[in-house]
């Protein structure tokens, strides 16, 4: 029954065991991806990803039954991600004094080799400038701009209001741009 | 509102082509899940079928709805319970529940990766914690629950299971570090201790959770277990307190009409809150 569920049809009551488990491994492909990066952009260390990804479905399984239908499941599934972030953050911050270098994971799986080094390049800087926002903007940041989510749905995922969305959106477009041209700024200087 | 210049924007389309992870990642991510969740399935049925538990808590609501919607919370909870055991507990303490043994130990081999999420309790970093657990878990409960008995009688094939299981083992590799397997793990122990009707005892138990993960991932969880436990016990100020705290902590929060159902029955004549805390159980 619960395998053959749409995105918002997910029953409010379903019964454990394995439909639920069919269920969640099914969320788990439409939504790895989308969790594996919206983890990384709200910065968990890269040496983590696969722990918290699994981290976020675990509690996706335990907490389906209460999954409402007032946003989306991905947005639903990324008010998880945020709180599996947090904590990973927490542990990553403690831990990175011991890791000198973490190696990146990111890949790219479009274009050529060439292509691909700039859109890998391009996702290390965005992931340097988004370590500036403050963790409201960098959700609201995440979800507007990279995962091009509207602002009401934001405001239903975050449970804040849509206008905070707006003026958090705001300041973290300002905050990114300040970022991005001290980068430049920096490059004019190395290549002078 | 000022939109992003055309650098910004061209940056980030390039860094969303490449922001994904390697397949690897997901195909292996995904047998660890169904491991972790195939242990889940098990340790539910373990615990035994929800719906007989629930109908006997059913039956019983007529003289305690306040425990009725407890062992209702139950539901929400049930499976955090099983992860718990499937993820760390196992491992913890080998002579595990008497009726499942084969089962779960394929489930622990075949869950290898659940060693990196859970506890690891070396001997001497344990703090007194475990002996403590294990006394509190084999002892007699220090105050029954007006209804625990009529609770336990009725479900007694699935409490059966949870008294005869060993105590459970809480312990954090680090002080500071939580995963989500020590908490559920921690939660167990206050579920059972809910589900068997020793409400005293689910209490020391959230005491530990919260001391242990005091900005656990699952807080939520045990606010609502707490309320309830305490509304169990009739303390209805304590109770109302910590609904009000949990109602300003987790104002959107789906398990708020619980809360409030529970904190209204423990204000007013208990039965007259029943229908309220019944209606969540029929559609079970």
């Given at each position: 029954?619960?395998?053959?569920v749409?995105?918002?049809?997910?029953?409010?009551?379903?019964v454990l065991g394995?439909?639920?488990t069919?269920?969640?491994?099914e969320?788990?492909?439409?939504?790895?991806?989308?969790?594996?990066?919206?983890l990384?952009?709200?910065?968990v260390a890269?040496?983590?990803?696969d722990?918290?990804?699994?981290?976020?479905?675990?509690?996706?399984?335990?907490?389906?039954e209460?999954?409402?239908g007032?946003?989306?499941i991905?947005?639903w599934?990324f008010?998880?991600?945020i709180?599996i972030?947090?904590?990973?953050?927490?542990r990553?911050?403690r831990?990175r004094l011991n890791?000198?270098?973490?190696?990146s994971?990111l890949v790219?799986?479009?274009g050529?080799?060439?292509?691909?080094r700039?859109y890998?390049?391009?996702?290390?800087q965005v992931?340097e400038?988004?370590e500036?926002?403050?963790d409201?903007?960098?959700?609201v940041f995440?979800?507007?701009?990279?995962?091009?989510?509207?602002?009401?749905?934001?405001?239903v995922?975050?449970g804040i209001?849509t206008?905070?969305?707006y003026?958090?959106?705001r300041?973290?477009?300002?905050?990114f741009?300040?970022?991005?041209r001290?980068l430049?700024?920096?490059?004019?200087?190395?290549?002078? | 509102?000022?939109?992003?210049?055309?650098n910004?924007?061209?940056?980030?389309?390039?860094a969303?082509?490449?922001d994904?992870?390697p397949?690897?990642?997901?195909?292996r991510?995904?047998?660890?899940?169904m491991?972790?969740?195939?242990?889940?399935?098990?340790?539910t049925?373990a615990l035994g079928?929800?719906g007989?538990?629930?109908g006997a808590?059913?039956?019983a609501?007529?003289?305690?709805p306040v425990?009725?919607?407890?062992?209702?919370?139950?539901?929400?909870?049930?499976?955090a319970?099983t992860?718990?055991?499937s993820?760390?507990l196992?491992?913890?303490?080998?002579?595990?529940?008497?009726?499942?043994?084969?089962?779960l130990e394929?489930?622990t081999?075949?869950?290898?990766?659940?060693?990196?999420?859970?506890?690891?309790s070396?001997?001497g970093?344990?703090?007194?914690?475990?002996?403590?657990?294990?006394?509190?878990?084999?002892?007699p409960?220090?105050?029954?629950?007006?209804?625990?008995?009529?609770?336990?009688?009725?479900?007694?094939?699935v409490?059966m299971?949870?008294?005869t299981?060993p105590p459970?083992?809480?312990?954090?590799?680090?002080?500071?570090r939580?995963?989500?397997?020590v908490?559920t793990a921690?939660?167990?122990?206050?579920?059972?201790a809910?589900k068997?009707?020793?409400v005293?005892?689910?209490?020391?138990?959230l005491?530990?959770?919260?001391?242990?993960c005091p900005?656990?991932?699952?807080?939520?969880?045990a606010?609502?277990?707490?309320?309830?436990?305490?509304?169990?016990?009739?303390r209805?100020q304590?109770?109302?307190?910590?609904?009000?705290?949990?109602?300003r902590r987790?104002?959107?929060s789906?398990?708020?009409?619980?809360v409030?159902?529970?904190?209204?029955?423990?204000n007013?004549?208990?039965?007259?809150?029943?229908?309220a805390?019944?209606?969540?159980?029929d559609?079970?």
């Amino acid at each position: 029954m619960a395998a053959h569920v749409g995105l918002m049809q997910l029953p409010r009551e379903p019964v454990l065991g394995e439909s639920v488990t069919e269920s969640v491994v099914e969320l788990y492909e439409r939504h790895f991806h989308f969790v594996w990066r919206s983890l990384r952009r709200l910065g968990v260390a890269p040496t983590d990803l696969d722990d918290a990804v699994q981290d976020v479905f675990v509690v996706v399984h335990r907490r389906l039954e209460t999954f409402e239908g007032r946003s989306t499941i991905k947005g639903w599934i990324f008010g998880i991600a945020i709180r599996i972030a947090k904590t990973y953050r927490r542990r990553g911050a403690r831990r990175r004094l011991n890791i000198a270098q973490e190696d990146s994971v990111l890949v790219c799986t479009h274009g050529t080799p060439e292509e691909a080094r700039a859109y890998a390049q391009a996702a290390e800087q965005v992931q340097e400038l988004l370590e500036e926002l403050d963790d409201g903007q960098r959700a609201v940041f995440v979800l507007a701009e990279l995962e091009d989510m509207q602002a009401p749905e934001i405001a239903v995922v975050l449970g804040i209001p849509t206008n905070t969305v707006y003026s958090r959106l705001r300041l973290g477009r300002a905050a990114f741009e300040r970022g991005l041209r001290r980068l430049h700024a920096k490059d004019d200087w190395r290549y002078r | 509102m000022k939109d992003l210049g055309s650098n910004a924007r061209e940056l980030l389309n390039n860094a969303k082509r490449a922001d994904s992870a390697p397949d690897a990642h997901l195909g292996r991510g995904r047998n660890r899940l169904m491991a972790t969740l195939a242990a889940g399935a098990v340790t539910t049925s373990a615990l035994g079928a929800k719906g007989a538990l629930l109908g006997a808590s059913g039956a019983a609501t007529t003289t305690s709805p306040v425990v009725g919607t407890a062992t209702s919370l139950m539901t929400t909870l049930v499976s955090a319970v099983t992860i718990g055991l499937s993820a760390g507990l196992i491992a913890v303490s080998p002579a595990t529940r008497s009726g499942e043994p084969s089962r779960l130990e394929g489930v622990t081999s075949a869950d290898d990766t659940s060693a990196n999420v859970a506890p690891r309790s070396p001997a001497g970093t344990n703090q007194g914690r475990a002996p403590t657990a294990a006394t509190q878990a084999t002892s007699p409960p220090p105050v029954a629950a007006p209804t625990g008995t009529t609770l336990t009688t009725a479900a007694s094939p699935v409490v059966m299971t949870s008294t005869t299981a060993p105590p459970v083992v809480s312990a954090t590799d680090t002080p500071t570090r939580t995963s989500i397997a020590v908490e559920t793990a921690l939660l167990a122990d206050v579920q059972r201790a809910l589900k068997s009707g020793r409400v005293a005892m689910a209490l020391d138990a959230l005491d530990r959770y919260t001391e242990q993960c005091p900005r656990g991932m699952l807080l939520e969880e045990a606010t609502v277990s707490r309320v309830l436990a305490l509304c169990a016990l009739e303390r209805a100020q304590d109770a109302r307190r910590w609904a009000d705290e949990f109602l300003r902590r987790y104002p959107t929060s789906p398990l708020l009409p619980r809360v409030q159902a529970a904190c209204s029955g423990a204000n007013q004549q208990p039965a007259e809150a029943a229908p309220a805390n019944n209606r969540g159980r029929d559609d079970l």
